[in-house]
């Protein structure tokens, strides 16, 4: 174990972002979402185990060797947490480990977009934080909740898969529920956390036709819902959480997720000028305009509303990559590169921005 977490302090200190342990092969971390391979003992099957047996929760033992695959938080004192999947490739252990910051960013260090603090302090709603694996979806969420936190009295409980930041109670009080420790699984705790007197519920992610119609129904007896979504811009999430639910239920679901959505902020990582990574946000919020359209399914329309609902506090990503150049926090080339439409994202370096279906010279 000794090698292990110095294994583990050496990735915190090069600040990666995740490392790659398997059996047979190099330990590899990832720096600025480069792969790069360390110099280190190569993890031969008895070691593999020794760190198992240490590393994986007991309640979860049974599990792993039923299923060979696990999820959980793994935390080390005097170097830091991590979100950790153990699972076997090959008939072999493999290890991907994720590094948690123990300290919450606020929203100035992670560069988000100002109306990020207003749907933080939304009263009601579903709140969703889309994006890929890596977008940066969990470090966002857990903004929201310090925010709210440092700045207003509210009870908030998380159900997580697995615990990743930890939060200490300040002007709120939280509680952290992990599935497997705390409770049997998500579908458990949904149906009674409303029992807990909650103002706030985060859910780690919507997984289910069961967890994403228990947040509707929350959100409809005024509760403040957040969770995340795997999605690749703002404006497809709605059809993905109708795709959760059999053909028949969709038009109901989707009538409700009209009254009862708040905003979805989806997100994508983009280098900055000095190597670090920033998230560049698509927002899209529910305003009259678009809670017409989710209810009236003109759902193909949502991407056109959001370009135009700036002065809503809307943004798509090609204005938000245009405002992240123009900050100075990124090159034109890395806004290119992650732009939902490139072309139009040129055209708006060069003054030329498209408004309601027309040119307007800037």
Same mark, same amino acid.
Not at 9 to 35: C, E, W, Y
Not at 64 to 81: I, N, P, Q, T
Not at 84 to 92: E, M, S
Not at 117 to 136: F, H, M, Y
């Given at each position: 174990?000794?090698?292990?977490?110095?294994?583990?302090?050496?990735?915190?200190?090069?600040?990666?972002?995740?490392?790659?342990?398997?059996?047979? @092969?190099?330990?590899?971390?990832?720096?600025?979402?480069?792969?790069?391979?360390?110099?280190?003992?190569?993890?031969?099957?008895?070691?593999?185990?020794?760190?198992?047996? @240490?590393?994986?929760?007991?309640?979860?033992?049974?599990?792993?060797?039923?299923?060979?695959?696990?999820?959980?938080?793994?935390?080390?004192?005097?170097?830091?947490?991590?979100?950790?999947?153990?699972?076997?490739? *090959?008939?072999?252990?493999?290890?991907?480990?994720? @590094?948690?910051?123990? +300290?919450?960013?606020?929203?100035?260090?992670?560069?988000?977009?100002?109306?990020?603090?207003?749907?933080?302090?939304?009263?009601?709603?579903?709140?969703?934080?889309?994006?890929?694996?890596?977008?940066?979806?969990?470090?966002?969420?857990?903004?929201?909740?310090?925010?709210?936190?440092?700045?207003?009295?509210?009870?908030?409980?998380?159900?997580?898969?697995?615990?990743?930041?930890?939060?200490?109670?300040?002007?709120?009080?939280?509680?952290?529920?992990?599935?497997?420790?705390?409770?049997?699984?998500?579908?458990?705790?949904?149906?009674?956390?409303?029992?807990?007197?909650?103002?706030?519920?985060?859910?780690?992610?919507?997984?289910?036709?069961?967890?994403? +119609?228990?947040?509707?129904?929350?959100?409809?007896?005024?509760?403040?819902?957040?969770?995340?979504?795997?999605?690749?811009?703002?404006?497809?999430?709605?059809?993905?959480?109708?795709?959760?639910?059999?053909?028949?239920?969709?038009?109901?679901?989707?009538? +409700?997720?009209?009254?009862?959505?708040?905003?979805?902020?989806?997100?994508?990582?983009?280098?900055?000028?000095?190597?670090?990574?920033?998230?560049?946000?698509?927002?899209?919020?529910?305003?009259?305009?678009?809670?017409?359209?989710?209810?009236?399914?003109?759902?193909?329309?949502?991407?056109?509303?959001?370009?135009? *609902?700036?002065?809503? *506090?809307?943004?798509?990503?090609?204005? *938000?990559?245009?405002?992240?150049?123009?900050?100075?926090?990124?090159?034109?080339?890395?806004?290119?590169?992650?732009?939902?439409?490139? +072309?139009?994202?040129?055209?708006?370096?060069?003054?030329?921005?498209?408004?309601?279906?027309?040119?307007?010279?800037?």
């Amino acid at each position: 174990m000794e090698i292990f977490t110095k294994i583990l302090r050496a990735a915190v200190d090069a600040h990666a972002s995740d490392l790659h342990i398997k059996v047979g @092969h190099p330990i590899t971390f990832r720096i600025n979402r480069q792969l790069i391979t360390v110099d280190a003992p190569t993890p031969t099957d008895a070691w593999f185990e020794t760190v198992l047996q @240490h590393i994986v929760p007991k309640h979860l033992m049974s599990a792993l060797e039923k299923d060979r695959e696990s999820d959980f938080s793994y935390y080390v004192a005097g170097v830091g947490r991590f979100r950790t999947n153990v699972f076997q490739q *090959g008939g072999k252990w493999a290890l991907a480990m994720r @590094h948690v910051k123990s +300290q919450v960013p606020n929203f100035e260090t992670l560069g988000l977009a100002p109306v990020c603090k207003d749907i933080a302090e939304s009263p009601r709603g579903i709140v969703l934080l889309a994006g890929t694996t890596g977008s940066g979806k969990s470090t966002t969420l857990a903004a929201m909740i310090e925010h709210v936190n440092e700045n207003f009295k509210k009870h908030i409980v998380t159900l997580e898969d697995p615990v990743e930041y930890t939060f200490e109670d300040n002007q709120s009080i939280i509680e952290q529920r992990e599935v497997g420790l705390d409770t049997q699984s998500f579908q458990r705790d949904l149906k009674s956390v409303l029992r807990q007197d909650p103002d706030i519920i985060m859910v780690g992610e919507m997984r289910d036709s069961i967890s994403i +119609q228990a947040a509707i129904s929350a959100a409809d007896t005024g509760h403040l819902v957040l969770s995340t979504i795997h999605t690749t811009n703002a404006a497809t999430s709605i059809g993905r959480i109708l795709d959760f639910f059999p053909a028949e239920e969709r038009d109901t679901v989707r009538r +409700q997720l009209s009254t009862s959505m708040r905003a979805v902020i989806c997100q994508r990582m983009v280098q900055t000028l000095d190597g670090k990574m920033t998230p560049a946000q698509e927002i899209m919020l529910n305003t009259p305009v678009i809670r017409k359209m989710i209810e009236e399914n003109r759902l193909e329309k949502l991407s056109a509303a959001i370009e135009t *609902g700036r002065d809503d *506090g809307m943004q798509s990503f090609n204005q *938000g990559l245009y405002d992240l150049v123009k900050a100075g926090r990124i090159s034109k080339e890395a806004a290119l590169e992650k732009a939902t439409n490139a +072309q139009a994202l040129e055209m708006m370096f060069q003054g030329i921005f498209l408004s309601s279906g027309s040119r307007i010279l800037g």
